[in-house]
């Protein structure tokens, strides 16, 4: 390790030519000090934005902050990004009542919103849902749904309304580049073809207040983010959840980035056709709707029970509420 530095601070910067270097990009080949490797990050960011028309002059933006790297780098990223080009942020956190890990990660969100002056709004799912996450892993019938789908499928809807409830229209998650490359993995080998089109980035305004998801770092390394939140001093959590065992994600990430050690890059070459295949996909999706519709596009399903967008007569929601409901 000592080996390694002493190598990276005895090449110079290969974009100032200045600077000593901290950190070589592999899959590039360059060299990068600190402030090269910083600002790489940050423009990165504003370059997938720009992109995708993910924001616009005048959105509130809800950054959907957990306590892990992910979500922090991206609320200081937008901060220093957006200064000044008229959008608001404000950060919003969803408890799930994860007795010891979400209690660590609340204090990190507080404390790291306070001193960079963004405001911080918490929601938790026993507010919303009537039982916590733990409680939920009690009664649950094991096996008929997973611990990461029940709590992805609860924190999505805390997400959204805790947006609303800000007068935001935009929420911001802080999924990077293996995130995307995973979740694509676990579509493809869960049969789930249709949703690797709502995968592809450009955004699509949803639910009565026409929200829109956006994902700045998508196209960024996930160790990158790791080495971003160090150089900057963002303090975040390092436990992982006591539940992701029962994920296939942890499986997929693991053998990425073994690829990646043997074949620098090879995540990023993934993640290009990815996107061609989504946006393929999605387009594929959208003729469909159209065809079926007379060339009418398809109005928006609403739940039965909640009335919120749903592309099933009862929403996952309230389909996963019912069924630990009756477990009770």
């Given at each position: 390790?000592?080996h390694?530095?002493?190598?990276?601070?005895?090449?110079?910067?290969?974009?100032c030519?200045?600077?000593?270097?901290?950190?070589?990009?592999?899959?590039s080949?360059?060299?990068?000090?600190?402030k090269?490797?910083?600002?790489?990050?940050?423009y990165?960011?504003?370059?997938?934005?720009?992109?995708?028309?993910?924001?616009?002059?005048?959105?509130?933006?809800?950054?959907a902050?957990?306590?892990?790297k992910?979500?922090?780098?991206l609320?200081?990223?937008?901060r220093?990004?957006?200064?000044?080009q008229g959008?608001?942020?404000?950060?919003?956190?969803?408890?799930?009542?994860?007795k010891?890990?979400?209690d660590?990660?609340?204090n990190?969100?507080?404390?790291f919103c306070?001193?960079?002056?963004v405001?911080?709004?918490?929601?938790?799912?026993?507010?919303?849902?009537?039982?916590?996450?733990?409680?939920?892993?009690?009664?649950?019938?094991?096996?008929k749904i997973?611990?990461?789908?029940?709590?992805?499928?609860?924190?999505?809807?805390?997400?959204d309304?805790?947006?609303?409830?800000?007068?935001a229209?935009?929420?911001?998650?802080?999924?990077?580049?293996?995130?995307?490359?995973?979740?694509?993995?676990?579509?493809?080998?869960a049969?789930?073809?249709?949703?690797?089109?709502?995968?592809?980035?450009?955004?699509?305004?949803?639910?009565?207040?026409?929200?829109?998801?956006?994902?700045?770092?998508?196209?960024?390394?996930?160790?990158?983010?790791?080495?971003?939140?160090?150089?900057?001093?963002?303090?975040?959590?390092?436990e992982?959840?006591?539940?992701?065992?029962e994920?296939?994600r942890?499986?997929?990430?693991?053998?990425?980035?073994?690829?990646?050690?043997?074949?620098?890059?090879?995540?990023?070459?993934?993640?290009?056709?990815?996107?061609?295949?989504?946006?393929?996909?999605?387009?594929a999706?959208?003729?469909?709707?159209?065809?079926?519709?007379?060339?009418?596009?398809?109005?928006?399903?609403?739940?039965?029970?909640?009335?919120?967008?749903?592309?099933?007569?009862?929403?996952s929601?309230?389909?996963?509420?019912?069924?630990?409901?009756?477990?009770?």
């Open positions: 390790m000592h390694e530095i002493h190598i990276l601070m005895s090449k110079e910067c290969s974009k030519k200045k600077n000593p270097s901290i950190y070589l990009r592999q899959y080949g360059e060299f990068l000090c600190k090269c490797f910083l600002r790489s990050i940050e990165k960011a504003k370059r997938t934005i720009s992109k995708y028309s993910m924001i616009r002059h005048g959105d509130t933006i809800a950054v902050v957990s306590g892990g992910d979500s922090l780098v609320l200081n990223v937008l220093n990004t957006l200064a000044n959008s608001q942020l404000v950060a919003i956190t969803v408890d799930e009542g994860i010891g890990y979400r660590e990660s609340l990190i969100v507080k404390n306070a001193s960079i002056g405001e911080n709004r918490i929601m938790s799912f026993s507010e919303l849902f009537g039982l916590s996450m733990d409680k939920a892993m009690e009664v649950r019938p094991s096996e997973s611990s990461c789908s029940m709590c992805g499928t609860f924190r999505r809807r805390a997400l309304l805790l947006a609303e409830s800000c007068g229209n935009v929420v911001a998650t802080g999924h990077n580049l293996d995130d995307y490359i995973q979740t694509f993995l676990i579509n493809l080998f049969g789930d073809v249709e949703r690797i089109g709502w995968t592809y980035p450009e955004p699509v305004e949803y639910g009565i207040t026409d929200l829109r998801k956006i994902k700045p770092l998508m196209e960024i390394y996930e160790r990158e983010i790791v080495l971003y939140a160090i150089h900057t001093n963002i303090p975040f959590q390092s992982e959840c006591p539940y992701k065992d994920s296939i942890s499986a997929f990430r693991n053998h990425l980035d073994n690829l990646e050690k043997i074949h620098p890059g090879i995540k990023y070459n993934a993640y290009s056709s990815i996107l061609k295949i989504a946006k393929k996909v999605k387009a999706g959208s003729l469909k709707d159209l065809d079926l519709n007379h060339g009418v596009q398809q109005e928006h399903r609403r739940c039965i029970i909640c009335k919120r967008d749903s592309s099933n007569v009862i929403c929601v309230c389909s996963t509420l019912d069924l630990l409901v009756k477990e009770t």
